[in-house]
């Protein structure tokens, strides 16, 4: 059987993918900044906030788009090795540094092997780790999903992808509402896989719609986050964060699709060290952010802030493929079981 080709737009997505995560976990400023701390988390949190949907969707994409020469055996033993493992040895260890040397951001330090396994099974020793348990159950049934025909498949998933309209996320909690806000997209990628060209060319003909719905969803939850429209509610926040999102891969695909063939060694690089930068930039990040603010309140004029918060995630983001690259360096193909790279 031919093998698929390469798909170089998907790849380029998945930097794009991990960045909007990275940056959402990594871009703060102190609370004691009066002028920004009211409207800058907004902002953050507008733009970046969710961006996990476009993580799940490129896997459902990809794992549909080499479905051809899918088995099950190799499937299961590379999420092991590149995924669940490192996730068990990276909570350990932290685990171990927080008992060790206690923080500010530490959990538990004098807590037992049962907090351990929980955090393991739950995934909230730090706010990004609770996908990876998450995401375990869907590659334990994609197997499952890749068996449906396609065209039941077609049938059922107009009325799964509502599903998250409902704003059935319930924050970092692995929940039953939870597979129904994420999974959708996980489906959507999969449709998308089986009806590539024809997808792209009904975004490309509806690309304003999805712009209207792009603008519709941030101006309000920009709106909703600065408390100007005084809505609290999760369902209808989280709902709009997947219309959001939603409408950006609408967006995004025929641009990455035309730009495939340009060699973008930054966004190959991230794209590659996805899975490693996803277990590491946050724990990396609310280790520097320490000194960083030491600096910002002390040393840096306020209106000089924003400026040099950039430069701290560049920063933050350089130190992490730093670390990665090196844990590469030296372990070779076992750094995978480490970092998942």
């Not at 940056?23 to 920004?36: G, K």
């Not at 107009?158 to 998250?164: E, K, M, N, T």
């Not at 969803?217 to 986050?225: E, M, R, W």
């Not at 090196?326 to 070779?332: E, S, W």
């Amino acid at each position: 059987m031919k093998p698929k080709k390469f798909l170089w737009s998907f790849h380029y997505f998945r930097a794009f993918a991990i960045l909007n995560i990275f940056l959402v976990h990594v871009w703060r400023l102190p609370y004691a900044s009066i002028e920004v701390s009211n409207w800058f988390p907004s902002i953050v949190e507008t733009i970046f906030h969710g961006s996990t949907i476009y993580f799940i969707f490129i896997s459902g994409f990809l794992t549909k788009h080499l479905s051809q020469t899918f088995k099950i055996r190799p499937y299961f033993i590379t999420k092991f090795k590149k995924v669940l493992f490192p996730y068990v040895i990276l909570t350990c260890i932290f685990f171990l540094i927080f008992k060790l040397f206690p923080n500010p951001y530490s959990y538990f330090p004098n807590s037992g092997l049962s907090v351990l396994l929980n955090y393991l099974i739950n995934g909230n020793l730090f706010v990004h780790f609770w996908y990876i348990p998450f995401v375990c159950l869907i590659f334990l049934i994609t197997p499952i999903l890749l068996k449906i025909p396609n065209e039941f498949f077609k049938k059922l998933l107009p009325i799964i992808i509502l599903l998250p309209l409902f704003g059935t996320r319930t924050g970092t909690d692995i929940s039953i509402g939870q597979y129904l806000y994420f999974l959708p997209a996980y489906l959507l990628g999969m449709y998308v896989s089986m009806n590539k060209e024809k997808t792209l060319r009904l975004l490309v003909k509806k690309s304003a719609l999805f712009y209207i719905s792009l603008g519709f969803s941030t101006i309000t939850l920009l709106l909703i986050g600065l408390r100007i429209i005084p809505i609290s509610n999760s369902n209808i926040i989280e709902g709009l964060f997947y219309i959001q999102k939603i409408s950006v891969i609408g967006i995004i695909l025929p641009i990455l699709e035309k730009k495939q063939y340009t060699k973008r060694p930054f966004m190959n690089l991230l794209a590659n060290t996805s899975f490693a930068i996803y277990f590491l930039h946050y724990p990396l990040a609310r280790a520097l952010q320490i000194p960083f603010f030491w600096i910002l309140t002390h040393k840096i004029p306020e209106f000089l802030w924003i400026p040099t918060s950039i430069l701290y995630c560049l920063f933050v983001l350089l130190i992490c493929l730093v670390v990665i690259l090196l844990t590469k360096k030296i372990g070779g193909k076992y750094s995978k079981f480490l970092i998942g790279y």
